[in-house]
């Protein structure tokens, strides 16, 4: 019996070394070893006797193979390379350049009145920022308030939570009631101390009754946004902007299906609000500013040519401007720039969810949308 002073001590593993295989035949590229590996002779050439054995076989045939295979030829390549040009009118291939791709995706996006590309990687970009610092955990204490949570189901609820008076009504009976009570506005602000008391599921419930509060529009007072801009028609509240900021602020990025499914459906309101909000804005330009349509009716022109004749008799023509035209121009851009600003909220969470979550396509539907009504 061997001394007790040659044993390893029975809480610890045997190491590589103490199975008899030195370490200078270990290999990293192979990844971390768990079983003994045999050591082979050089003229060594038949059947592995042992497990050990069959192991450094498979090692050495791996390392006498070569790391990169390289086919002669490969048929496919010229093909694959003609299929991913574009072909000119004639039916000849032309040269792909993505500059002038973007480019021109960037100006069907103007045309729209949609948000830029750069603007959309950019805010996505700090978004994900954003999400990452929340994610941490605060270096002091947060201090949590001792109001009760409605339940998840009970979305009437969780629009006193937030509002601190019931929901719109959808019925004269339930108007009439709310008119006689005279509910009072008791905004709750999206905080750290209120996010960090809601789980995945009651963020999720949150998300999913905000598509009916957004169809079934109703002026909520805020005191974050000036006097001035109050009178804007805005497509999503101030305060569920704010609020949908940060509860996906705070949503765990890893979703499955039918909770994808509730961002989706969130973000597809808001792109019909907007629609909405764009067909209602044309049809009242249209109705009460009829001095509006001929002034812009007049901008087509552009312009008005005048003729006059110098001293040597020369008829020179003269291109005068008309006010009327650059009166209708400025009022045209003064409406655009409150538009894109009413805009901002609803298109921040498109944005969101199709970079966040990856569905890239809601920005195809919201592109087929605008067209329909620009």
Same mark, same amino acid.
């Given at each position: 019996?061997?001394?007790?002073?040659?044993?390893?001590?029975?809480?610890?593993?045997?190491?590589?070394?103490?199975?008899?295989?030195?370490?200078?035949?270990?290999?990293?590229?192979?990844?971390?070893?768990?079983?003994?590996?045999?050591?082979?002779?050089?003229?060594?050439?038949?059947?592995?006797?042992?497990?050990?054995?069959?192991?450094?076989?498979?090692?050495?045939?791996?390392?006498?193979?070569?790391?990169?295979?390289?086919?002669?030829?490969?048929?496919?390549?010229?093909?694959?390379?003609?299929?991913?040009?574009?072909?000119?009118?004639?039916?000849?291939?032309?040269?792909?350049?993505?500059?002038?791709?973007?480019?021109?995706?960037?100006?069907?996006?103007?045309?729209?009145?949609?948000?830029?590309?750069?603007?959309?990687?950019?805010?996505?970009?700090?978004?994900?920022?954003?999400?990452?610092?929340?994610?941490?955990?605060?270096?002091?204490?947060?201090?949590?308030?001792?109001?009760?949570?409605?339940?998840?189901?009970?979305?009437?609820?969780?629009?006193?939570?937030?509002?601190?008076?019931?929901?719109?009504?959808?019925?004269?009976?339930?108007?009439?009631?709310?008119?006689?009570?005279?509910?009072?506005?008791?905004?709750?602000?999206?905080?750290?101390?209120?996010?960090?008391?809601?789980?995945?599921?009651?963020?999720?419930?949150?998300?999913?009754?905000?598509?009916?509060?957004?169809?079934?529009?109703?002026?909520?007072?805020?005191?974050?946004?000036?006097?001035?801009?109050?009178? *804007? #028609?805005?497509?999503?509240?101030?305060?569920? /902007?704010?609020?949908?900021?940060?509860?996906? @602020?705070?949503? =765990? $990025?890893?979703?499955?299906?039918?909770?994808?499914?509730?961002?989706?459906?969130?973000?597809?309101?808001?792109?019909?609000?907007?629609?909405?909000?764009?067909?209602?804005?044309?049809?009242?330009?249209?109705?009460?500013?009829?001095?509006?349509?001929?002034?812009?009716?007049?901008?087509?022109?552009?312009?008005?040519?005048?003729?006059?004749?110098?001293?040597?008799?020369?008829?020179?023509?003269?291109?005068?401007?008309?006010?009327?035209?650059?009166?209708?121009?400025?009022?045209?851009?003064?409406?655009?720039?409150?538009?894109?600003?009413?805009?901002? *909220? #609803?298109?921040?969470?498109?944005?969101?969810? /199709?970079?966040?979550?990856?569905?890239?396509? @809601?920005?195809? =539907? $919201?592109?087929?949308?605008?067209?329909?009504?620009?």
């Amino acid at each position: 019996m061997a001394p007790p002073g040659d044993a390893p001590p029975p809480h610890k593993k045997r190491r590589y070394g103490e199975y008899g295989f030195g370490t200078s035949t270990q290999d990293e590229s192979f990844g971390v070893q768990s079983l003994p590996v045999g050591i082979l002779a050089d003229d060594f050439s038949g059947e592995p006797a042992d497990g050990q054995e069959y192991l450094a076989v498979v090692r050495r045939e791996a390392a006498a193979a070569p790391c990169v295979f390289l086919a002669a030829h490969n048929p496919y390549a010229e093909t694959a390379t003609q299929a991913s040009r574009p072909i000119s009118a004639h039916g000849a291939y032309t040269a792909h350049d993505p500059i002038s791709s973007c480019a021109n995706a960037g100006q069907e996006d103007d045309g729209l009145c949609m948000p830029s590309t750069e603007w959309k990687t950019t805010f996505v970009r700090q978004f994900k920022n954003a999400r990452e610092a929340i994610s941490n955990p605060p270096l002091e204490p947060v201090r949590l308030t001792r109001d009760d949570l409605p339940k998840i189901s009970n979305t009437s609820a969780w629009y006193a939570w937030i509002h601190g008076r019931p929901p719109p009504p959808t019925s004269p009976e339930e108007a009439q009631k709310q008119s006689a009570k005279k509910y009072e506005w008791r905004i709750r602000e999206p905080s750290a101390s209120v996010l960090l008391r809601l789980s995945t599921e009651q963020i999720l419930a949150l998300l999913e009754a905000f598509p009916y509060w957004i169809a079934h529009r109703v002026i909520i007072p805020d005191s974050q946004i000036k006097a001035s801009e109050r009178e *804007g #028609a805005h497509v999503l509240q101030p305060l569920h /902007a704010r609020w949908l900021f940060a509860l996906m @602020l705070r949503l =765990d $990025a890893r979703l499955v299906s039918e909770e994808i499914s509730t961002l989706r459906t969130l973000a597809r309101a808001c792109i019909a609000a907007i629609t909405l909000s764009r067909i209602r804005r044309k049809a009242v330009r249209s109705r009460t500013n009829k001095a509006e349509a001929e002034a812009e009716a007049e901008a087509a022109a552009a312009a008005e040519a005048e003729t006059e004749t110098d001293a040597e008799g020369v008829t020179v023509t003269v291109t005068v401007a008309t006010p009327q035209a650059a009166d209708a121009a400025s009022h045209r851009n003064a409406d655009e720039k409150q538009m894109r600003k009413d805009e901002a *909220g #609803a298109w921040m969470v498109v944005a969101i969810v /199709a970079g966040v979550w990856g569905q890239s396509d @809601l920005w195809d =539907d $919201a592109i087929g949308d605008m067209r329909r009504v620009t």
